[in-house]
């Protein structure tokens, strides 16, 4: 099993561009999620998705878009880039909910000139 | 929603010693209390969790206590090791898992 991956892994946008960050996972979880790290703030969650065509809105959904058309797979997408956005992107499943073990992707760096 | 405080930000221990990082949440529906720990340019990963039916749970040199009346929970490590320097971070659910701003923990030689 690859267990959860990310893609890309360093990605430099201009402001104003739009891109995808990419998630899969093969272990059949129901519940993935997207969360954001910035020193010193943690891990803000952006959006989560408990099955298959639902998703909703965690601590810091502005500028992001999410979808979840299959259960393997769980896109992030940019809409307008800003350089507020310059973090490092997780991206984590688990088998049904938040209250179940979290396995995080390796992670996206983003930097927005 | 809920919220989750962590302190301290940073903590600095003798080899040997022991280190306690402390969290308290806000919602009284939460349920599920995991600890993540991060090294440098790794992604995090969980080391310990407890659930609102156990007042405290250890493995090895780990343990983490829950004070449901509090809404606070507290991982405790012992005779720390150079190799238990990262990233600690709490967490709290029900669904979304939110989680704490982290501690960065050092141990030194």
């Known amino acids: 099993n690859a267990g959860v991956t990310q893609t890309p892994k360093f990605q430099v946008l201009k402001t104003g561009q739009s891109m995808t960050l990419q998630c899969a996972q093969d272990m059949n979880h129901e519940y993935m999620s997207w969360y954001r790290q910035d020193p010193g703030m943690g891990l803000r969650l952006i959006h989560y998705s408990v099955g298959a065509g639902i998703t909703d809105q965690g601590e810091v959904p502005n500028g992001y878009n999410v979808s979840r058309s299959t259960t393997e797979d769980f896109p992030l997408r940019l809409l307008s880039a800003a350089p507020s956005q310059t973090s490092v992107y997780f991206c984590?499943?688990?088998?049904?909910?938040?209250?179940?073990?979290?396995?995080f992707g390796p992670g996206t760096r983003l930097t927005v000139l | 929603g809920e919220n989750v405080e962590q302190h301290p930000s940073t903590l600095s221990v003798q080899e040997g010693d022991s280190a306690v990082i402390k969290c308290t949440y806000s919602d009284s529906a939460s349920n599920y209390f995991p600890w993540y720990k991060q090294e440098l340019g790794k992604r995090p990963q969980l080391i310990i969790d407890i659930r609102s039916n156990v007042g405290e749970k250890k493995d090895q040199r780990i343990a983490v206590t829950l004070n449901k009346t509090a809404k606070h929970f507290s991982l405790h490590i012992t005779e720390t090791q150079p190799e238990d320097s990262a990233v600690y971070f709490c967490a709290a659910s029900p669904t979304p898992l939110v989680f704490g701003k982290g501690t960065r923990l050092s141990v030194i030689a």
């Open positions: 984590a499943s688990s088998y049904s909910s938040g209250a179940d073990t979290q396995y």
